[in-house]
Structure formats: C-alpha cells, structure tokens
C-alpha cells in the first residue's frame, strides 16, 4: 500500500513565500491518491518557542487553507524528521503501507529528513522533487546558484535508494499504471 505524506503545509511556511506551483503539485497529487482511497498523512511541525513562526497553537502553526481540507490523518512532530517521538509509523503499519510518497515543506529539512528515515526504517520512498517547497536560498546558504530542490533531489537519486521524480515524471510513471 502507498501513501502520501504532505509534509508540513502550514501558515508559517508557507506565507513566506509565493507557492502557488507547489500547493498546485501537491494538491494533483493528494487528488490523485484520494482518488485511489490510498492514505494521505499531514504532518505538522509544532514549536515550543513563541518567536517561532510554527508556534503550537498559534495561526501560524495552521494546516494552509489551501490544503488544510484534505488532512484526513493530521501527525503532529516537533523535529525534522517526521519519524522521530511521532505516531507516523505506527499510522504506517497501521494502514499497511510500505511505500511513501514526500511533498511538503521544507524540501531541504523535514523533506529530505523524512524521506531519509523512511528508507532506513525500510519503506519504499518516492520523493517528488517539484512538489516540495523552500523558503530559503542560495543566499541563505551564501551560495550563489544553488537551486535547492534540484540540489537535494539529486542526492537523493545519487543514493540509489530513494527514487526521485519530477511532478511529470511521477505522472508518466504511476497515473498510467493505476497504482496511484
């Protein structure tokens, strides 16, 4: 069984910034997945520092309205990976699922945090590059032309152990095939 994992799509994220593309991806996606009855799973980071903009309980650490009303299962974490001191894998095996799709934000922490853990608790991990979102840059980094998404997707596919694919390509790949 698959599921998709929409990874931290809250007020405090994405406000930051202009995500019109990759709420449109991920919200083709989630449709895509309801439509197969398979699980979409949010997860959503919870702060306990009031200066963060992912505070609990604060506006900010709100499901965006943009999606907020597709969370059927919604996973509270307070860390980058969404495995860590969180029920997302016993929801997993709950569900028998043993591979996971990633969207979300941010592509180059909870993202790719999650899709690394996910692996070495032995699940099939697909991580759908153009579909995952950043609020930083290659000045956040200082350095110049870093084009973050495309960056970590390519470690990702470089391991040979997470598959890694643009929107396009996942269409090409899984919507033909109904298995998604």
């Given amino acids: 069984m698959k599921a998709l994992l929409v990874i931290d799509v809250q007020n405090g994220i994405v406000n930051l910034g202009d995500f ?3 709420l449109s991806l991920m919200e083709n996606i989630i449709k895509d997945f309801k439509e197969a009855n398979m699980p979409v799973i949010f997860m959503k980071h919870l702060d306990d520092e009031e ?3 992912l505070y609990k309980n604060s506006i900010g650490s709100e499901l965006h309205n943009s999606l907020k009303d597709y969370a059927e299962y ?3 974490k307070q860390t980058p990976s969404s495995f860590y001191n969180t029920e997302l894998q016993g929801t997993l095996e709950k569900l ?3 591979h996971v799709f990633i969207t979300g934000f941010n ?3 909870c993202c790719l945090f999650t899709a690394i853990a996910a692996f070495d608790r032995g699940y099939t991990v697909t991580f759908i590059e153009n579909a995952t979102g950043t609020v930083n840059t290659d000045e956040t980094y200082e350095m110049p032309g870093l084009d973050i998404k495309d960056f970590v997707g390519t470690v990702l ?5 997470i598959e890694v694919l643009a929107y396009e390509e996942y269409v ?5 095939k109904n298995i998604i």
């Fill in 172 to 176: 090409e790949e899984y919507k033909p």
């Fill in 51 to 53: 200066e963060s903009g």
């Fill in 157 to 161: 596919h470089w391991s040979n152990a």
């Fill in 107 to 109: 592509t180059e922490f």
């Fill in 74 to 76: 919604v996973i509270e």
């Fill in 96 to 98: 028998g699922v043993d």
């Fill in 20 to 22: 019109e593309e990759e």
